[in-house]
């Protein structure tokens, strides 16, 4: 595998790497925002990759719930949580999904939407460098196939990551007051059947998901175990990161935001018209 670009511009910067945890989906979310609270009052600055345990949907922001088929994810064991991204829903498979976060302060990153992406995705773009897949953003936009599902919606060229015209990878920002959160997934192998089944109100059929979506063991011969590795590299190396970990006190506070906030039904099923 190739050894990667260098170090980023925000490289003298205190920044901790969390390797690859195993969490719920509202405590993926949960850490996320903990984590922005922390860059943003002083502490370490931060790049991790995580995985969903159970497999979870994650809706985006604006997301109706009516979008949802609530009986599948019931029935093969799929959490639902929402995100404070924007953009459609996305299922994370246990084993075909990678996921990752870089947080920092919000007068670290550059103002403009469009440059803030390139240089926060700098490491995701570095990761599939080093597993040999040639992947860049889409130079160009390319029309939605069905709007409530993030890998069919319009692929943009601020955000979305190809290979071989397939989207292998979706970023998101949002922004704080104080801090920014980018989180992105990196698909290592297309579940079309099970990312399909968690929506309702669709006829897409996996043959079409497949045309749109790719994942990295279609274009590597790299184990999930490998892929990992190389993001978690990327990410240390363009952040020049310490290995790091979470304090307790920010655990403790992280189960109570899931709780309270991501794993609750006024959050995760509320209206998208409701304010």
Not at 188 to 195: P, T
Not at 237 to 254: F, K, P, Y
Request: proline share 4%; charged share 30%; with cysteine.
């Amino acid at each position: 595998m190739d050894e990667g670009r260098g170090r980023g511009p925000l490289a003298d910067r205190e920044w901790r790497l969390i390797r690859e945890e195993q969490r719920g989906g509202a405590m993926q979310m949960a850490l996320d925002e903990i984590a922005a609270e922390t860059a943003a009052a002083g502490g370490p600055r931060t790049v991790r990759v995580y995985r969903w345990d159970p497999s979870t949907l994650s809706l985006g922001y604006h997301q109706d719930p009516a979008t949802v088929d609530w009986e599948f994810c019931e029935r093969e064991g799929v959490t639902v949580t929402r995100r404070q991204t924007g953009g459609g829903g996305i299922y994370h498979d246990y084993d075909g999904d990678i996921s990752y976060s870089i947080v920092a302060p919000k007068a670290e990153l550059p103002g403009d939407l469009m440059e803030s992406y390139h240089l926060l995705c700098e490491p995701v773009l570095d990761a599939f460098s080093r597993l040999g897949v040639d992947a860049d953003f889409v130079a160009e936009s390319v029309p939605e196939i069905w709007f409530p599902a993030c890998y069919l919606r319009e692929l943009h060229p601020a955000h979305d990551v190809v290979a071989d015209g397939k989207k292998v990878s979706g970023n998101a920002q949002y922004r704080r007051n104080d801090a920014v959160v980018q989180h992105g997934s990196l698909t290592y192998a297309v579940k079309a059947a099970d990312h399909l089944g968690v929506f309702d109100g669709h006829d897409v059929a996996p043959e079409r998901f497949e045309e749109r979506v790719g994942g990295i063991a279609e274009f590597a011969d790299v184990t999930r175990e490998e892929a990992v590795s190389a993001v978690e590299s990327a990410l240390a190396t363009w952040a020049d990161a310490a290995e790091g970990s979470w304090t307790d006190e920010e655990l403790d506070r992280a189960r109570e935001r899931a709780d309270e906030k991501y794993a609750a039904d006024e959050w995760v099923r509320r209206d998208p018209r409701d304010r």
